[in-house]
């Protein structure tokens, strides 16, 4: 399938560094959980069902970086529709994705993961539409998809604002740093495919990494393949079809002064089936400068998010791998 193109010339490229490489399935071979699991539904109700679910949203944003959250209110028809418009999107032709305005989209919205990775261990076995909320009403060829895009957007930016607040609460920080900041015009929806790999035991379907936004809030097919890393081990996230996940970025975990956490997460390749996500991420204006909320001496220092974004993009560049927070320590 011309699709899987990048892949094949990628494989064939390394592909003596890879068969010399032994099989990375024993560590893909994990222990699975079900993350924090949150009724958003109590929210609605009077105390103490709606201060308990809040209290659950900041223990689980401390503890774990990552939670789901069920009675949400996008229905699962929004969901199964774009799952059969990504599926028609991602079988169009390389050529006509990568180098056409695909949808009147710019052709840079387009992207193979890592298509330039120098070694099989930073490749990975992903492609995705990476799309502007602002832009998504400009949408053409696919209606269906961009009214589904649009109703996605909608309340997957209602979701984040009221939790980024709930959490903000906890803290006892302005909860309005957020709206007046993370406006859909900075945000970004993100259709993501994982095809079936032919050397999945090898690749990463996406590398390890953490998001560089504040909040990020994904809902998964069933394949399953997400991962994420607690208390220095690999776990595996079970799918649940009623949930959508919500996890830290990079941003909270500076806003917040450490006390949220940006936790490394992963997709492992799946050998036989193709895997599809979409992602909304919350993001400020290129010009926010991220401090510390807390009173207490802070762990990073003042940047804007135009600085974080040209810093990452230069260590991947460099490194191949994201450096992310650690870039940004307060040395004072």
Known sequence: MESESPLGEFVDSVSGNIIGQEDTEAKFDVGECELPLIDLSHMNLGNPENEECKRKICEASAEWGFFQIVNHGVCQEIFSRIHREQ?????QPLQKKTYEKLLNLSS????????????WKQFGCSEAFHIPVTTVSQLNELEDLRSSLEGFAMKASDLAQQIVEILAEN?????TFFSENCLPSSCYIRMNRYPACPVSSKVFGLIPHTDSDFLTVLHQDQVGGLQLLKDGKWIRVKPNPDALVINIGDLFQAWSNGVYKSVEHRVVANHENERFSLAYFFCPSHDTVIASCSTEPSIYRKFSFREYRQQVQEDVKTTGDKVGLSRFLNQA
Request: proline share 5%; aromatic share 14%; hydrophobic share 25%.
């Open 108 to 119: 840079g919205c387009y992207q193979w993961e890592r298509k330039t990775a120098p070694t």
């Open 171 to 175: 803290l006892g920080c302005e909860s």
């Open 87 to 91: 599926v028609e999107l991602f079988q």
